[in-house]
């Protein structure tokens, strides 16, 4: 057995070999199981047995050789693996920092603002009422009488026999009167809740109250004042219909349409083929409201709406669940950056 040729055989095979996984062969080949090593070991059998210890040395000398190559060899890959890691975690200290980009504000926001904007624009002033009410303020004051069939409209979240989360803004009304002489002019923004939960409902969502009491109210101002809000909000070619409706608050009660902003009229599927979209409910303030204010109604009258702002945005916006307002998914809401 020529050592020599085998040792220089051991050399050349780690000289070619150039990363972890070469490295793992070289292994295998020499020192594995049944690999070169063994074999020159079990080979001492058939050798005489005077020369069976400088074989044993010999073949020693090749295993040493071998592991001491392989041991050299492994610190270099490593290296040289440790080194290309480095170099492509490598941190370029003078780049610009990404930062975290401004923020927007959230259309909820955006269309509560345009809605202030334009009633402001018109002299209103805002007020803002408790979000927990008492059931004189959220209903028997309004003319929703205890017992009344009316109030089953609205699946209220009770917390005790008086105290309720306000189903509606409407319970600002009667908070303006009571602090405030006619001529009033305001609006009343804010969060209420109800117990029910769909594509175009959610517990929590948010209104805008309008309140206007003076002499000669009626009901062509409430027109004309939502008539001026609609265009500003969606566009200067739409036009309001006023349709009969019932508010016990209200008398006479309208809902209030807008000529579809998105077929001009014609009929769509926003519109559902009728040409006109349902936008908010009002009317003239009932007698019985403004004498439970202690506003005498010989001589004052008012008018009062109520704007679902959620709703707004979802027809303004193209929004088909309401829940895609409240989920604050980062992508959906940077969509809406003024
Ligand atoms: N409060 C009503 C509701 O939540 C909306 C409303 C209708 C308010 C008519 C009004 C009004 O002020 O006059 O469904």
Request: aromatic share 8%; net charge negative; with cysteine.
């Amino acid at each position: 057995m020529n050592m020599d040729a085998i040792k220089a055989g051991i050399k050349e095979a780690l000289a070619l070999v150039e990363d972890a996984k070469q490295l793992a062969d070289f292994w295998a080949k020499y020192f594995g199981k049944g690999g070169e090593i063994q074999k020159l070991m079990a080979g001492i059998k058939k050798v005489p047995n005077e020369e069976k210890k400088a074989y044993g040395q010999a073949v020693n000398e090749v295993k040493v050789l071998a592991q001491e190559l392989y041991d050299a060899k492994k610190v270099e890959i490593e290296k040289k693996a440790m080194l290309a890691r480095y170099e492509a975690e490598t941190l370029d200290v003078t780049l610009p920092a990404s930062g975290n980009g401004a923020g927007n504000l959230h259309p909820l926001t955006c269309i509560k603002n345009e809605i202030i904007d334009v009633f402001a624009g018109m002299g209103f002033d805002i007020f803002e009422g408790p979000e927990i009410e008492d059931d004189d303020h959220n209903f028997t004051r309004l003319n929703v009488l205890k017992d009344h069939p009316s109030r089953d409209m609205q699946d209220t979240f009770w917390l005790t026999d008086e105290l309720l989360l306000r189903t509606h803004t409407s319970p600002g009304q009667i908070r303006v009167m009571d602090n405030q002489a006619p001529p009033i002019k305001v609006l009343v923004p804010g969060k209420v809740f109800r117990s029910d939960s769909d594509a175009t409902h959610s517990p929590m969502f948010s209104q805008m109250e309008g309140l206007v009491v003076d002499e000669h109210i009626t009901l062509c101002d409430l027109q004309g004042m939502l008539d001026q809000f609609v265009k500003a909000l969606f566009s200067g070619e739409v036009k309001t219909r006023l349709r009969p409706s019932y508010f016990p608050f209200t008398e006479p009660s309208v809902e209030v349409d807008v000529s579809c902003f998105k077929c001009g009229g014609k009929g769509c599927s926003l519109c559902k083929g009728t040409g006109w979209i349902e936008v908010l409910g009002g009317g003239i303030v009932n007698n019985k409201v403004l004498e439970n204010c202690n506003v005498d109604p010989d001589k004052y009258s008012g008018l009062a709406f109520g704007i679902g702002i959620e709703r707004i945005a979802m027809l303004k916006y193209g929004i088909n669940h309401m829940g895609k307002l409240f989920e604050n998914d980062i992508e959906f809401l940077k969509q809406f950056k003024a």
